[in-house]
């Protein structure tokens, strides 16, 4: 079983449509949990960044930890076409540990 | 946010030839930095973790003399890949945390594509 689970899509959504993306992982050990956003041919761009159950709002986005199931979530609310990219789920262990484990990324496009 | 910037954004080279890839920290000091690399449609792969005037930690799989890494400061790292072949060509990115910050949050660069003729 890989230790972070994330369904590559594509997933395609109508321009103020509320985007869901999910990730599973597999050990309770991990503590951190993290939302990438990347455009094409660019580096990483963190998006939102949470070590707690709950929710954790920004803006039009959401990322919602719940670690008694181990899955995390990132709500893209009022979506728009700048928001197309592949959103990458990563994980790490409690204390200094900054090694990530990744999710493979989803593709999103919303459509105009 | 803290800001890491990646030189150079692309590069294409020889078969054979070497090509270094510089990763800074542009406003922060960064004890560690991360290189990945990371194919079309693909995830990032960890290839390994930079320390700061220490050997660089490799993943399993990854050719230490094939991809020197140095981190001769706090604010640099540079990832050399040697006679580089068309099997090299990727897209290589680097990443780094404030030494400061006892979180997990990381900084990404821009990335470098390498194109291996």
């Known amino acids: 079983q890989k230790e972070v689970e994330q369904d590559p899509g594509p997933l395609s959504v109508p321009e103020g449509a509320i985007v869901s993306l999910n990730c599973t992982y597999s050990?309770?050990?991990?503590?951190?949990f993290m939302w990438y956003r990347q455009y094409s041919r660019k580096g990483p761009e963190l998006l939102m960044y949470t070590y707690s159950s709950g929710n954790k709002e920004d803006g039009r986005f959401t990322a919602q930890v719940d670690k008694s199931s181990k899955y995390i979530s990132l709500f893209i609310r009022d979506s728009q076409p700048s928001d197309s990219a592949t959103y990458l789920c990563?994980?790490?262990?409690?204390?200094?540990?900054?090694?990530?484990?990744w999710g493979l990324g989803t593709s999103l496009a919303v459509n105009p | 946010g803290a800001v890491v910037s990646q030189h150079p954004s692309r590069v294409i080279c020889k078969s054979g030839t070497s090509v270094k890839i510089e990763c800074r920290s542009l406003?922060?000091?960064?004890?560690?930095m991360f290189w990945y690399r990371q194919f079309p449609k693909k995830s990032l792969m960890l290839m390994a973790t930079?320390?700061?005037?220490?050997?660089?930690?490799?993943e399993q799989g990854v050719e230490k003399d094939k991809f020197l890494i140095n981190h001769a400061s706090l604010t640099l790292s540079t990832l050399t890949v040697t006679s580089a072949h068309p099997e090299d060509s990727s897209f290589y990115i680097c990443s780094a945390y404030p030494t400061s910050a006892n979180t997990g949050e990381l900084f990404f660069g821009e990335g470098s594509r390498l194109t291996v003729l």
């Open positions: 990563a994980i790490s262990r409690a204390g200094n540990n900054r090694k990530l484990i």
């Open positions: 050990n309770s050990a991990f503590q951190y």
């Open positions: 406003d922060f000091q960064a004890t560690t």
């Open positions: 930079s320390n700061e005037g220490s050997k660089a930690t490799y």
